[in-house]
């Protein structure tokens, strides 16, 4: 089984973590490939950052959709989940985000969660993206650290003391139950987290690598009849001539 | 890895057929015992059925939880999910239900599925799992054959071609763009159906071996703060003394 | 007209303190049994207790139907609601449990209430139920007082004192117009909280009793089409095998 | 214990059926006065014809509630429930629609229920309602007889068996287990129409008569706090002058 | 262009302030003509006013509807939008309410809005309207200032302050990013508050205004087919005998 | 007043037709310049293509938003109203896409809509859009035509026939009251097709271009608190390296 996991930012310290994370659930047999694309946001932290990270995800969708073998399965490694309805046009696999897995796992293990994320003002999209998922009724509350996505990795940064105070908070005013990290840069705090606040805290990497390796293991793909059948070529130019389907890069 | 997959029902031909889908995707390492309620109804068919196959399902999560290493994790194997909230209270591990594995799993292959089912009357109660889960949004119809659970068994029966005629029915009319199977009964028949329907069909036997199995792969636990903490200790009497928390039979 | 009004738990004391309540507010020419189940907790305060209360309550359903002549119509007094799907398979009169009847009754009087319960582990399983109704629009909280079920009876405990101070802060805080007496136990102190709290209180045991007493003047029946239709016969095996339809003590 | 049920238009012959079916299904004990207003339209038929009920209702509330004793409670008996929010801030006593009490009455008894109506421009106002009493996830349809409403006074009409196929249909078609009549005017085919149709019938004057009165019998009035509170004074002016709180007509 | 603006109560100095209001943004070759109603309560503060408002407003409509030529579109400017249904049923323009109007405009502008208003009493028909028009999702909180109506036209009260001092709540403590202006009272406010409190602040009157306006330029009328279709004639009688459909004064 | 309509697709003949639309409402007083992106694909029929559309809509944006002085508000014309949120982060002035202003503005004149629209491949699109923008609850049905987005262009075809007879279907079956049309380039159809199915039918291009220039008349801007604020600058790689914040071509 090859998994392809995409970290939707061009931070390729942060796409390390994630293929870390990702190694770190995998089952022996399970070969998991972590991409970083060539273009877009050293980070996303707003719908603008999201809407254009999503060129060079789908790039690498289709980079790996057009291998041989092509993957089995893919991960979008942002919590935002960006372009998971385009790349799941582009695969024959499952793709699953890591907002979407973080959530349904944490509705496995506890009535409701809360969010932990960083910016406030990324709370609307976590919320539409519970919706999306139908996990409204299992989320309690989304909350921000007010702490910069790429300062996550700085080790001087008072960050995982900072997240495990908004957990705890969660847990005794949220009545939260478990709690869902709201950063792929979050996704090596989860086990420490876990001791620390004394309920389920989930990582989205680990949760959807386990969630799409499942899928794969059953025999199962992204459906190909209706929405989400392959995208109909036509001309595409300018700048993103290249992601004319057909063309050499676009399977 | 060990996983304890229980049929809620006392038909132990159903058992083996679900105990055989369950090891068919389980990982390597993965442990699958698959186990018949000493007490209880033959088939689940009704709101009755259901009420009075929890407590043999109870006392097999019990004990599998008393062994010595306890279960690491727990499938209920019976479409209706029966009993989970209880088994959640009792066990420590995962625990997830078929109903609930082969909705979200189907949520992640495409944007609507139906439930292909037995009878007419258990529609309701899928629907409110459907509920219960979030996944109202994603189920667009439930389908039944009028197929007893127990005829599914019986090879001269016509219930493969029946459920395939409900599936394409409902990829045609429903819009559906996956299938759940809504019994235990039909684990064996998801990878024949997914060839003969052209769309995903799911059996949640093998979805909820791979999410429990993943969710211990991540090392989470169900949440012991809030609902899903251990009942409280009281006098059980008459039939049911045995329940009592703390009686030899329950741990 | 001979309304038969089960209380799930198995404490004869608290039976009858329901079995007074229902007859104080009982028409002139209504009849109520209040019966004890032979099985079963001495109390409900978990989904592991409520799933094994159903039995012990089936059964005394199964025996009033079975007299002759058969009971009119039933209520499921324990907040929880518990087996109430499977309690309406098995009559033929209607069947209201006291979570179902008193958020309806406070429908009728207020924009919206709040149940004052016992243990803040229950408050999923009003929310569940609130949903089940159609009542989630009028629910505005679920408080705990985090006195345990039976700790109501107790003359010397601060009880009393504890609700009233949880529905003055629901009428203050979250804006409540009626508060919900969240268990059964409760059902004496309605009328003394009303003329605490300034606002309608509502026991569910007084509103189901008028409730059933309503639709049987009317000549109304649980509906035989559909969800609700007897359940099928089938063996049952172990220690429930005396559940099986047509058995001696199961109509 | 009295109870004034009101009729909001002002055909005579429609409140003496009204009053005919609610006095069949009250208890010993209860008197029932119906009451035609002195003003407004012969059918309600358009959110016209509704909006223009709604004062002569009102003037009746007030006048029963000024009287010595005030009545006890109240039915508002058109299917549209008019000014029944603006009934409930004039009242002491328990007010409920007709369209408010068929429709909760129908989700004691079965898992869904059709509205059988007169025209179908009146099909919006009944969803509208269903939403305001949380009833819309037990509504499956509201099928229209496209019978104006006066008509079903004429012995010579076909409604009854109109009205008993649109019956039939939901029955069959759209999965209801029971029939809500949605017209004051079909108060008297109930009995008849269970027969005919063999699921429970609805008729919103008799199961409001009787839940007014299980609410008056459990000792509870409307909520007097918050949005039902009793309206403040003001100038009232031109031809509604006489609707000024404290006028004499206006208690 | 023909705009008729209808304040529903009858307070002649609140039309002046309503028509001056629209006349500052209507468009050039727009004109707005500004009703009192010749019936009815002065001020609008629950249901009873709003209930009683409805007739003078019709009759408004249909002295404009009336006219030769007949008004292009219509404005209910008071923020319960009282009789929307009935007047689109008497109009065939467009007829908005400002309440409508106020929440789709900030629905365009941020994720979510709070409405601020006069009295806590009418939050809840501040809730309904926004269900009925799918604003609930954007609406975070219905905030009361506890000043009446008419308080509003005196220069010496504070009201300026107390609808600032609640806006900047919102805006803290709601998560708005937006305020919805809850009276038409307040509708020379707009300006200043969206200074003072740093989001944008919507008056309803002229967000009706503009998307009245906007309609009749698209050339669209209400729909004539289903619910709004013209009311049937029929017989009307006593004090509102003058309302019924084909009376002089009733087109 | 000046409004930027943006073609979110690279069909400059489609740019043309757009543009004429909105002009054709526009107030005197109000400029609309039409624009095409430098970059993307030649209509969008997918999650793919509407992901792809956005760079060049934002680029668009950015480069009107840097103009002197600024545009005062926007118009995304493509039903999908792609890049909705991203675009609000980058504008001041309020910024509307066709969907929500055609699925809004239907919602004044009826009391349900059917959208008529391009493939059926799309419909999902539409709902996500109806779900966001809160007209779930209007919006009885998606109809596809199947007719390609560019073939509208072509006269000899028979689209207007083909989306008169699923207009027509709509209100037939689907209780439909208003007709919102589902592509741009169909936006010269709505008063020809008003004329021949009998009830509203509303082009998005016209329905924006009305909502900015009534709320720019208002005064009102996008609110520059929360969700919608200016994203982050933070450096940007690759192809898409212009659309770093601060680089010249992006304000």
């Known amino acids: 089984v090859h998994l392809v996991v995409i970290n939707p930012n061009t931070t390729a310290s942060m796409t390390a973590l994630i293929g870390k994370s990702a190694r770190a659930v995998a089952a022996a047999g ?3 490939t972590a991409v970083t694309p060539q273009m877009g946001p ?26 041989d073998p092509p993957a089995d399965g893919f991960v979008v490694a942002c919590f935002g989940d960006p372009g998971l309805d385009a790349a799941r046009e582009l695969a024959d696999g499952p793709v699953v985000g890591i907002a979407e897995a973080a959530m349904h796992a944490a509705s496995f293990l506890g009535r409701g969660f809360t969010v932990v994320t960083t910016l406030a003002r990324t709370a609307g999209r976590a919320w539409d993206l519970a919706e999306r998922y139908g996990m409204t009724r299992f989320c309690r509350a989304v909350r921000a650290c007010e702490i910069p996505v790429l300062a996550l990795e700085d080790p001087g940064s008072d960050a995982f003391a900072a997240i495990v105070a908004e957990s705890r908070a969660a847990v005794a ?18 086990a420490r987290m876990t001791a620390a606040v004394g309920v389920p805290v989930i990582d989205g990497v680990a949760a959807a690598t386990k969630i799409v390796e499942g899928l794969v293991a059953m025999g199962l793909r992204k459906s190909g009849h209706g929405e989400f059948a392959a995208p109909l070529p036509k001309p595409y130019t300018g700048l993103l001539s290249e992601f004319e389907i057909g063309k050499p890069d676009i399977c």
Chains 1, 2, 3, 4, 5, 6 share one sequence.
Not at 49 to 56: C, I, K
């Open 42 to 67: 050293a980070s996303i932290e707003s719908h603008y950052d999201e809407a254009l990270s999503v060129p060079g995800l789908l790039a690498e969708i289709a980079r790996a959709q057009a291998a």
């Open 30 to 32: 399970t070969t998991v």
């Open 173 to 190: 005013d949220d009545g939260a139950e478990a709690i869902v990290l709201g950063c792929a840069g979050m996704a090596d705090l989860a």
